[in-house]
């Protein structure tokens, strides 16, 4: 009599990283599990700051140099002037910097130029990268992103593929944007005193998040300078070296410049225009953005739905999240735990995408790309084998000193 089979037992789906390989997962918890990490030990240095002209170039400068803010201003300012005459502009500027150097290439640039030392840190990154990881707990909108990321030298970089793309697909869902967006920049243009020939000003700052260094590009908007009466307070600090093997004209004449340190107090300014009801969900995303680039000042200006500004106001950044009901150090915390993750994850000399898909999956999603080795440019790859093999030379002649 043959044997009766018992039931057959339930076999449990494998994780969703074992269907499929080269895809990792990173569980986003709430932010009570992160709250505990202490966001005050963060503390950003600058170690250089940098202007760009109007054809992209990269201008080592002091902070002072960058745009000051404007202390009387005459509200109301209707923001909808020059909205038209701006979008036409900003086509046609893209068509001719087509070929010149996206913004992520740009703290590249500087780091060759700067001939900064790599060995000090872990990540590299825009700061925007970082403050939408962080702000994914608090998002209403649950905003997708994705960036990519690669392992060269033991260092990770990360930047956003292509950030004109994004704005274009928030444009796309909701055609008011267009308009939003411009209204940041007509009041940012005229709270400040720019020169025309400089199109942004960046701050390189280094500090640690979590375990890791990370190296951190910023854009500032504003400074407020307390000029010094003496003479002699600006001085010369370093002679820059224009890069190795490198066919951009503007970095040759660097061998014939100086880069300029100032000992004035320069108090950096964040700037952000909303309707007065949305400032409470707008203080989480402006504090964590300026609070990762040490910036001081956070200035709203506060806006009614036709585009017109009536009143400012000043807030201190290391101030508000004592007032807020969001947790700073959650925010920090979940930035800490993702870039943990990703050191395990991410292969020397490979690269993928980190991408968060939105409300529908709270998760963020790194897949790697087996058939792509590193992104970085040749020129950036040229100057840091040219740096290693210096040290090391210097190193053999030191030995035999």
């Known amino acids: 009599m043959a044997k009766r089979r018992g039931k057959a037992k339930h076999q449990p789906n494998p994780p ?9 997962h990173y569980r986003i918890k709430s932010p009570k599990v992160y709250s505990s990490y202490p966001y005050t030990s963060y ?21 002072d140099m960058f745009p000051r803010f404007e202390s009387n201003i005459n509200l109301p300012i209707d923001l909808n002037e020059g909205l038209e005459e701006y979008y036409e502009r900003k086509g046609m500027d893209s068509n001719r910097l087509a070929s010149s150097l ?5 703290f590249l640039k500087w780091i060759t130029i700067s001939d900064f030392d790599l060995s000090s840190v872990d990540f590299v990154a825009r700061r925007g990268i970082l403050k939408y990881i962080g702000h994914t707990l608090y998002d209403f909108y649950k905003t ?7 392992k060269y030298n033991g260092k990770i970089y990360m930047y956003e593929p292509t950030p004109e793309d994004r704005c274009k697909s928030i444009v796309k869902k909701d055609p008011q944007c267009r308009k939003y967006m411009y209204w940041g920049k007509k009041f940012e243009d005229t709270v400040t005193s720019s020169k025309e020939e ?3 000003s960046y701050r390189m700052v280094r500090s640690n998040v979590g375990r890791y260094k990370v190296l951190l590009g910023a854009e500032v908007d504003a400074v407020r300078v307390q000029e010094r009466e003496e003479s002699d307070d600006v001085v010369i600090e370093k002679v820059l070296q224009g890069c190795a093997d490198c066919s951009v004209e503007h970095c040759k004449l660097l ?29 989480s995303f ?13 200035i709203f200006g506060f806006r009614d739905n036709e585009g017109l500004v009536h009143s400012m106001e000043e807030y201190n950044v290391k ?27 991410v292969d020397e000399g490979c690269s993928g995408t980190l991408q968060y898909c939105g409300a529908e999956r709270h998760a963020i999603e790194f897949r790697k790309n087996d058939h792509e080795g590193h992104f970085l440019p040749d020129w950036f790859t040229k100057h840091l084998l040219s740096k290693e093999n210096r040290m090391k030379s210097a190193d053999l002649n030191g030995s035999f000193m």
């Not at 503390?43 to 902070?63: A, K, M």
């Not at 997708?144 to 690669?150: D, G, I, Q, S």
């Not at 061998?255 to 108090?267: F, I, L, Q």
């Not at 979940?334 to 395990?344: E, H, K, M, P, R």
């Open 16 to 24: 969703r990283d074992e269907r499929h390989p080269g895809v990792n």
């Open 43 to 63: 503390e950003p240095h600058e170690v250089g700051c940098f202007q760009t002209d109007i054809e992209r170039n990269v201008l080592p400068c002091s902070s």
């Open 102 to 106: 996206p913004l992520w290439q740009r």
């Open 144 to 150: 997708p992103w994705l960036f990519k990321v690669c």
């Open 198 to 200: 400089m199109s942004g």
């Open 255 to 283: 061998n014939r410049c100086r880069y300029y340190s100032s000992d004035n107090a320069t108090e950096l300014i964040e700037i952000k225009t909303c309707v007065k009801r949305q400032v409470k969900n707008k203080t």
């Open 286 to 298: 402006g504090w964590l953005q300026s609070y990762l680039a040490g910036v001081k000042t956070l």
């Open 319 to 345: 101030e508000v999240p004592l007032k807020a009901d969001w947790d700073g150090g959650a925010m920090f915390g979940l930035i800490s735990g993702v870039l943990n993750w990703l050191n395990q994850h």
